[in-house]
Structures are given as C-alpha cells and as structure tokens.
C-alpha cells in the first residue's frame, strides 16, 4: 500500500516563493515517475508538472519558468518549488503516483493573496 503525504502549502503573498513537499512510503518510489496536480474551487483538478524516474520533467504552460519540479530518491521525496505566485496558482495541491495502481496523495491548500 503507497502512501503520499503532501507538506510546504501555506498563504503567500503574491510573488511570494513555496516549496511543497510529498514524501511516499510502501513503494519502490525511484523507478516511478512523479506528478503534481492542483485543483481551484469550481474547476477541474489540472496537472501542473511531472518528473520520470529518470528525471525528465515537464511543465504546463501556465507554469513554465516560475515551478520547479525535482525528487530525492534517497528520501522517497519529490519537491515542487514554486516562484513568482500568482492568485491563480492558489488551489489544493496533489502528489500523484501510478504503479498499476493510482494513489494521490491528501493535498495541500496553496493561497496566493495579499
């Protein structure tokens, strides 16, 4: 059974910089890709940026230039660094992984308000 566990969510002024954190338990987490979603209030959960095992990443557009999305193998942890937030970027922030199975993680509230 694999289970995620998101931290780093918090409020933040706009422009503002926060790095969540989701840490997995009860799988092999280096040989799977990870992904990070977020849903808003009223819209559909959207995926934000996912990184392979071998470390490829990729971004949405929205995002590009301003998240950074990296793991620790060693600590079965992946990172999404976020700079420059914007209120849009305010939303429920979900760790994704799928190794036959689908597991997400309980989220983390991202506020970016002044």
């Known amino acids: 059974q694999v289970q995620l566990v998101e931290s780093g969510g918090g409020l933040v002024q706009p422009g503002g910089s926060l790095r969540l954190s989701c840490a997995a338990s009860g799988s092999t987490f280096s040989i799977y890709g990870m992904v990070w979603f977020r849903q808003a209030p009223g819209k559909q959960r959207e995926l934000v940026a996912s990184i392979s095992s071998g470390g490829t990443t990729y971004y949405t557009d929205s995002v590009k230039g301003r998240f950074t999305i990296s793991r620790d193998n060693a600590k079965n942890t992946v990172y999404l660094q976020m700079n420059s937030l914007k209120p849009e970027d305010s939303a429920v922030y979900y760790c994704?992984?799928?190794?036959?199975?689908?597991?997400w993680g309980q989220g983390t509230q991202v506020t970016v308000s002044s």
């Open positions: 994704y992984l799928n190794n036959g199975k689908s597991y």
